[in-house]
């Protein structure tokens, strides 16, 4: 979507393309005298000050009068993140968020100016201390878990082993939240700015994967497929034969702020076990396999020997006759055979 509403009076927009219809879309139902447009452009490029131009054209063309000149409306109504001091000299100092440079690198600008502000406009500087609370936990946990339990380097070894080792060419990142249907598209930008970059001996570009006799290994991919809410998208994975590795994003908490109160409270809290339970059996097909592909809904059924299918490189997507030739060897061998499994 082209907006996130937070709350009646506040709407959050992005435009993130010189396309002007991407413009038009965003503010169609905006009034400019209630706006405020925050432009974030670290080095100057000519597209994002091109779409800046449209909306500052926009602004004024409703907003300057005899009493409202183009430099208070623009004070007024236009802030401006930025990494470059030539292009900040372009607007009044208290309307800039000059970027400190060891943060001047798209991977590195969440909790600058450039995440951060358009959040305090939105949200209030009380969520913005929490998403700032919650990075500093996130933080220590990286300092201080040990290797075995620390998620950021079970992450990592995750993507080295699936890169160099299995040879993957991405993965699919699916999030089962509404809040977080925007999440694959963050990732694929983070990665192709920080990991879509290899090299080799004396060239340049990102510190290369190098073994043996100066050989290069791929560096990791920045190929990250949007899975689709619930796993709505990745219907090929199950019917075809290439593997990728698989993200499942699930919220542990219950989201939908707006249902709370009385039975809300019971049937939202049902709705988001429900969520949870489809987001593991989703987990379960995917890794260990499912049978058939059933089109009714997003439903994946089937009978599967769990015990067998643990290998990796094994696909959920063989034929139910296979699957049932497993299930009569296993029972005449007194097995008690693959338990039923259904998901959301």
Known sequence: DSYHRVAPTRRMRFVSSVDPASAASAIADLQPASTIVVTINLRGDEETTASMGILQSWLLRDLVSSRNRKE????????????????????KPESVFL???????????????AGLLPLSVVF???????????????DVHFVEACPRHNLPVLLALADVWNDAFLGSSGRVVTPFAEGACGYPSFVAAIEAQTCGRGGCGGGGGAPPMCGGRGRKFDAPSALVVDGGTAGSYDRALFRGGRALPCELIVPMDAQG?????????????????ALVCSAFAHADTMAFGGGGWRDEGSTISGSSNVGRSRSFGLSPTRDDDEFADEDEHDHEDGDEGGGGMEGG
């Open 99 to 113: 970027l400190p440079e060891h943060s001047r690198c798209e991977a590195f600008t969440t909790f600058t100016a």
């Open 257 to 273: 702020g707006g249902l709370d109160g009385g039975d809300s409270d019971d049937a939202r809290l049902a709705a988001h076990d």
């Open 72 to 91: 208070i409306v623009v004070s007024k109504h236009m802030l401006l993140v930025t990494a470059d001091e030539r292009h900040a000299q372009s607007m």
């Open 124 to 138: 209030g500087w009380g969520v913005v201390r929490q998403v700032i609370a919650g990075a500093h936990d996130l």
